[in-house]
């Protein structure tokens, strides 16, 4: 049952990320990445403050997401989250990141599961890598992490701004509870 239910979350999360190749192209070349991702500093925990929730994402507390570069140069990733609460069940996904621009180290391909590889851009990454916020081409998700469990709301708002000048469509972004 749950790799059926897994299998189903890639299925949706896949069409949500692509569409039609066409519009793929078309959307995929107006939203940018950094221009530059030091791969060795991005990698550790990443507390997500907001997000466009994926269903799996909309009752999680405390979550956070954490990469780890290996010998094949691709990222072993690690989502955790407690449902509902603090207190409540604790839920555990590791994707996998593929470096696709190497180059850039900023675009990514994340797999739940094989074959499918889903697209991961970092658009917005501070220079002392203290925050960072991943979209995906069609803008139907975004995720805004910090190093740490809160952030300032001066900074949060700002990211709103360049979200929202970018045509995400900010009324969908909902604040993590962080409660540790």
């Known amino acids: 049952m749950n790799f059926k239910f897994m299998l189903l979350i890639i299925i949706l999360f ?9 519009e793929i192209k078309k959307e995929y070349s107006q939203l940018e990445t950094v221009d530059y991702v030091d791969i060795e500093k991005f990698m550790g925990d990443w507390y997500v403050i907001a997000n466009i929730p994926t269903f799996i994402e909309k009752r999680a507390t405390n979550a956070i997401e954490s990469y780890q570069l290996n010998d094949k140069g691709e990222v072993e990733t690690t989502f955790t989250f407690y449902q509902d609460s603090p207190q409540g069940k604790r839920k555990k996904y590791s994707p ?28 917005d990454l501070d220079e002392a890598y203290s925050y960072t916020v991943i979209g995906v081409p069609n803008r139907n998700y975004v995720w805004i ?22 045509d995400y469509d900010t009324s969908k972004i909902k604040i993590i509870r962080q409660e540790w």
């Open 14 to 22: 896949n069409y949500g990320c692509n569409g039609d190749n066409s």
């Open 96 to 123: 996998k990141g593929f470096i696709f621009n190497t180059e850039t180290n900023a675009e990514w391909r994340m797999q739940f599961l094989w074959p499918i590889k889903m697209p991961f851009l970092i658009i």
């Open 145 to 166: 992490m910090s190093r740490e469990p809160f952030m300032d709301p001066t900074l949060y708002e700002k990211i709103i701004t360049k979200l929202k000048e970018v």
